[in-house]
């Protein structure tokens, strides 16, 4: 695998390994998705601690421990990489809100508030 701040590397790893699951989900092979998966799930982990690494300060304080708590997801126009987790201010509240963490391959590390998923 590839060096581990290499991000636009790890991104293009992740994307490769992404289409591979839904080549093993049409043909039903779960046990492969699984194998992927694990592969992704390290490199998910890479990207998120070059997001820890890059975050303001303020980011830091909110970021999970983890990536495995987050939803994952890549934008592959923008090379944007996503960590989705539900906004900590909202939980106490009615509606709950979305927070997403991105980083893109230049290492640019944003948040966007109130995060809407897209169909």
Do not use: H
């Not at 944007?80 to 640019?108: C, G, H, R, W």
């Amino acid at each position: 695998m590839s060096e581990r701040n290499d991000l636009e590397e790890l991104f293009k790893e992740w994307n490769e390994l992404n289409q591979k699951v839904q080549g093993s989900f049409s043909k039903f092979d779960f046990s492969e998705v699984k194998e992927i998966r694990k592969k992704q799930k390290k490199i998910e982990d890479a990207i998120y601690e070059n997001l820890k690494q890059n975050a303001p300060k303020s980011y830091t304080n909110i970021l999970p421990s983890e990536a495995g708590q987050m939803e994952v997801g890549y934008d592959t126009e923008g090379k944007i990489f996503y960590y989705v987790m539900i906004d900590p201010k909202s939980e106490e509240k009615d509606s709950i809100k979305l927070l997403a963490f991105t980083i893109d391959i230049s290492k640019n590390v944003n948040m966007i508030e109130d995060f809407k998923i897209e169909d």
